[in-house]
């Protein structure tokens, strides 16, 4: 865990990072007082509790407003999402959907950017896969979800770090954003970066559905988010995941044009297949 969370002043730790609920995260409302206590608006935990004695209802309906007022004042998103994460080496070549790695999960805007300004980015972690999965959702193509549906992937030639990262971090806010709604998104289940020290890097759009009417409005915008983000130019594959995940792709998507793939062309691979 701590290889992918940073300790940034106590702002997200990974111990916070491991939990899956913000119940336990300290409302954005409260400060912190040197002597360790958390407080809500500069009150000191001592001092809260000689105002309220000891189980007081005073300071039990104080405190429950206190929280219902810093959770209404959180912008909830549509889905609740989960950050996963795969470090790959030669130990987790054998049991890619074993070592895949729950970092944390987020349903609010605020959740959200708590996590990402916290946490190490993919092009700084070496040869690794982060997904950002609605919850539930496994980023593995054997999931009962995924397995009816296939992935857009995209092969980033020469991709600077930077550029990786940016591209990684407006993908994941445009699906949290549901800003792919009015072109299918609700059947979007994820996506994924692989992040390569050689050779290219990959992203990936994972979806539910693998009709070509249905997915190549999906594959247009998503084309337009890594034009935006890095000029990317070059060919989209789909992988269809009724062939089992195979990486043989379904059908491409060029410049301005799309095509069956009917010789069976190797899609490049971008998570979800330890083959």
């Not at 916290?118 to 054997?142: M, Q, T, Y």
């Not at 249905?214 to 594959?237: E, I, N, Q, T």
């Not at 789909?238 to 069956?260: K, M, P, V, W, Y």
Request: glycine content about 10%.
């Amino acid at each position: 865990m701590s290889c992918f969370v940073v300790n940034l002043g106590g702002k997200l730790t990974s111990r916070e990072a491991s939990t899956t609920s913000g119940a336990e995260q300290r409302s954005p409302m409260q400060a912190t007082d040197p002597s360790g206590g958390a407080t809500a608006e500069g009150v000191t935990a001592a001092e809260d509790a000689d105002r309220c004695g000891n189980g007081s209802d005073a300071c039990s309906s104080s405190a429950a407003a206190t929280a219902d007022q810093a959770l209404a004042e959180k912008h909830q998103l549509q889905h609740t999402w989960s950050l996963w994460a795969l470090q790959r080496d030669p130990s987790t070549k054998d049991d890619w959907h074993g070592s895949q790695m729950n970092v944390c999960e987020f349903g609010y805007v605020e959740d959200f950017w708590r996590v990402f300004n916290n946490i190490r980015r993919p092009s700084r972690l070496g040869i690794v896969d982060f997904s950002c999965f609605k919850k539930d959702i496994h980023p593995a193509w054997e999931d009962e979800t995924c397995r009816q549906g296939g992935r857009w992937i995209a092969k980033l030639e020469k991709a600077k770090p930077e550029d990786l990262d940016e591209l990684w971090l407006n993908l994941v806010l445009t699906i949290i954003g549901e800003n792919f709604e009015d072109v299918g998104g609700r059947c979007i289940c994820g996506a994924v970066v692989s992040s390569r020290i050689r050779g290219s890097s990959k992203v990936a759009l994972w979806l539910s559905e693998r009709e070509i009417e249905k997915v190549m409005p999906l594959g247009h915008a998503f084309r337009a988010v890594l034009k935006d983000s890095m000029g990317f130019s070059g060919d989209l594959a789909f992988e269809d995941f009724s062939q089992g995940g195979t990486g043989n792709a379904a059908f491409l998507l060029s410049s301005g044009t799309s095509s069956a793939a009917g010789t069976g062309s190797r899609a490049p691979d971008a998570g979800g297949d330890a083959r």
